[in-house]
DNA sequence: GCAGCCAAGTTGGCTGGCCAACTTGGCACA
DNA sequence: TGTGCCAAGTTGGCCAGCCAACTTGGCTGC
């Protein structure tokens, strides 16, 4: 919450899009109600249409309006859309929700890397990773397992944080490490020994698995994780539209 | 590929975006490659920087590309990303990997919407749904079970349409009936009896489960679905980035 | 009553310009 | 050699304006 209003507080047009995005939400304009012209908001707000239209691209491609060429904008719902750092960080996701989210290392490695592991943190050959295996919990109870692999310079500072610590983008990003883009797999996988030990369920039952590639603002990957849910804790949600979609389907490839 | 075509040419930014992400996905740039500056692409293309911005603005979206303020834009992945249609209708992802899609209606039923369907569907008390069960091949193998509710002006169309029609969408479109925007949920799910005949798996299996939602350009709800996949067969893959994200991680409601 | 036309309203798209914030590489200097 | 500063290059952001494409509601005429 702290973090959004800073973030709305850099610029005009994400002040105007809090804004909105907060008129919208608590249902001023209705649930399937129209938005004012552009031209009115712009008066309203005492900007240009310019920036007006910046910050409805924004409510636009969170699913919040329709938008197209000869009528008003209409309020498609009243839908929520969390963070991208909520997304990210497990520890934020897990408080935005009143939940307390809880974490134990279960170990921690450095090794060589191996091809897929080069490919996908585009490293030299011969480079070493990170790898940590952690258990993640809600409010005490096991909901999800993280095998995560980090490149050298940011593999050394995970490898220094205390074992306990819950959060570990915090620390990362005081250390100038920052996370800007990700992409991920969601498919599902049967529990492995480990896992079944871990979430205590049964070897071979279902969890809901994604896997994330983290990179940084340079396009430098920072992070390739592979998380294993529980099922029944957790559901991943995406709007897409004509206008913007970053959501694909896929064959399911090896591995 | 012909629908991508026919949109890019329809404005200016869509076409350069079109150029320029055919240019990145052949590695023009490189992997890791910098991309020209705004300005020089703005001449190369005879349009204003402001043009150039809107097509890069797709690109980042798309995650194809970083960007952020004092250096060029770094080419972030040789990524795929299909068009919104693929995602959208079975047929056209089938067809672009090559696959032949196939279908089979199971029942197609009419009757009084539940509390629920009103509430997707935003109809009035009383109103009447068309409910139709599919099953979905992909080269004569099924892959998915699918359930979808349709409001009465779609679903008379529907069930008008041929059992054996294979796609649903394109007769749809040619009545003007319009998916724009659509709300996806993901999550793992056992496999009901139906499921289990459907499918041919045990009853109890998981399955990963896709709820949709889609509406028109006016923001009238058109379809609510909900299709089961064999794990194995598909997986969903997503970018996102602080620029725009639309991707969020939900604790799991009821059903 | 009904169909079709029309004008006003609205968003999509594009231009040109301006300044601020930030990155990077080279240069000056210790 | 190494450190710090500085200027050029680049993207983020905002403005004002213009026209095209499209929707909608009302009016006209049959």
């Known amino acids: 919450m702290a973090l959004d209003q800073d973030r709305a507080?850099?610029?005009?047009?994400?002040k105007v899009a809090a804004d909105l995005r907060e008129a919208i939400t608590s249902g001023s304009y209705g649930d399937a109600g129209r938005l004012p012209a552009e031209g009115a908001l712009a008066e309203q707000y005492s900007v240009s249409r310019g920036t007006v239209r910046q910050a409805l691209a924004v409510l636009r491609a969170d699913g919040l309006v329709t938008s197209?060429?000869?009528?008003?904008?209409?309020?498609?719902?009243?839908?929520?859309?969390q963070s991208f750092s909520e997304l990210l960080s497990f520890t934020?996701?897990?408080?935005?929700?009143?939940?307390e989210p809880g974490g134990r290392l279960e170990s921690l490695v450095r090794r060589p890397a191996d091809a897929a592991e080069r490919e996908q943190l585009r490293l030299?050959?011969?480079?070493?990773?990170?790898?940590?295996?952690?258990?993640?919990?809600?409010?005490g109870t096991?909901?999800?397992?993280?095998?995560?692999v980090y490149p050298p310079?940011?593999?050394?500072?995970?490898?220094?944080?205390?074992?306990?610590?819950?959060?570990?983008?915090?620390?990362l990003r005081e250390h100038g490490i920052l996370f800007t883009d990700a992409?991920?797999?969601?498919d599902v996988v049967a529990a492995n020994a480990d896992d079944a030990r871990l979430l205590t369920c049964r070897r071979g039952s279902p969890l809901l698995r994604e896997k994330r590639r983290t990179t940084d603002p340079t396009g430098t990957p920072v992070e390739w994780s592979q998380d294993r849910y529980l099922p029944g804790t957790?559901?991943?949600?995406i709007h897409n539209s004509l206008a913007s979609s970053a959501l694909s389907r896929h064959a399911r490839e090896s591995d």
């Open 92 to 99: 934020h996701w897990a408080r935005s929700m009143g939940e």
């Open 153 to 171: 310079l940011v593999g050394e500072l995970v490898a220094q944080l205390p074992p306990d610590v819950v959060s570990h983008t915090e620390p």
């Open 183 to 186: 992409d991920h797999t969601i």
């Open 234 to 237: 957790v559901a991943f949600s």
């Open 68 to 81: 197209r060429r000869g009528t008003r904008r209409v309020v498609l719902g009243t839908a929520r859309v």
């Open 142 to 148: 096991p909901v999800m397992v993280e095998r995560t």
């Open 124 to 139: 030299e050959p011969g480079s070493e990773v990170y790898v940590t295996l952690r258990l993640r919990t809600l409010s």
């Open 9 to 14: 507080a850099g610029s005009l047009y994400r």
